[in-house]
């Protein structure tokens, strides 16, 4: 179909001790959605979108991305991660640059831009997520909101086609989430696609065009956020719902 972006087929991902990470998943995912994927812990939301950026190499099944299947061998995985931005629990910045620096790193090493171009474009993104004023400090000058901040508009310099967003607020004091998903939501009003892994239920809820639910491996229910949240099928569902929105 026109509009897919990615194609998952009967995908499983086994580790080698045998944990089964993620078993027959098979999904259709299209451009200019927000897809959120939640689910208890061990659930393997990770490792599914993890797969999605080639960061773990499916067991079993198949990927396609604009009818390309990317789990072949032949595949260039670096163009691939030059379209699909991912964002960490841990940020990943590098520690020895300053953040004018991180963000311009891939710009000019994979891109082949020029310094003065990838400055341009970085500082345009600073300004965007409300840090042009740190572009000179280095990681550990920042809090892990604005480490956060920066790891999103370093993603975003490659000017990818969707972002994976892996647990990105899990790693932040209460404090600090809600600067994040504020970037996030500027980015969901801006039209990016975006596959989300959080515990945020209030930003699926606001944002999501269809959530993804996962347990065990294997995806049990997906719909809009008016089905999930009010009118969930799978007991499973609604069991972890209440787990995370009434945890008392």
Request: avoid cysteine.
């Amino acid at each position: 179909m026109p509009n897919s972006l990615f194609k998952i087929d009967h995908l499983s991902k086994v580790f080698s001790d045998g944990t089964v990470a993620i078993d027959d998943v098979s999904l259709e995912l299209k451009k200019n959605q927000v897809y959120v994927i939640i689910g208890p812990s061990g659930s393997g939301k990770s490792t599914l979108l993890r797969t999605l950026n080639l960061m773990e190499k499916p067991t079993h099944g198949h990927i396609f991305k604009d009818d390309q299947d990317i789990t072949l061998k032949s595949y260039p995985i670096e163009k691939h991660r030059e379209r699909v931005g991912m964002v960490f629990q841990n940020f990943n910045l590098f520690p020895h640059m300053t953040v004018l620096d991180n963000i311009n790193s891939a710009q000019i090493h994979v891109l082949k831009r020029d310094i003065q171009a990838a400055t341009q474009v970085s500082l345009g993104l600073l300004e965007q997520v409300g840090l042009l004023e740190k572009k000179n400090h280095y990681p550990n000058q920042l809090s892990g909101g604005q480490k956060q901040r920066i790891a999103i508009a370093r993603a975003l310099s490659m000017h990818p086609e969707v972002m994976l967003f892996d647990e990105p607020t899990s790693a932040l004091d209460p404090e600090m989430i809600g600067e994040v998903l504020s970037v996030m939501k500027n980015l969901v009003h801006s039209g990016m696609t975006m596959i989300v892994v959080t515990h945020e239920m209030g930003f699926a809820k606001a944002f999501a065009d269809e959530i993804i639910v996962m347990d065990k491996g294997k995806v049990i229910e997906q719909g809009t956020p008016e089905v999930i949240f009010n009118t969930p099928k799978e007991p499973r569902t609604a069991a972890f719902l209440k787990s995370v929105l009434n945890p008392l």
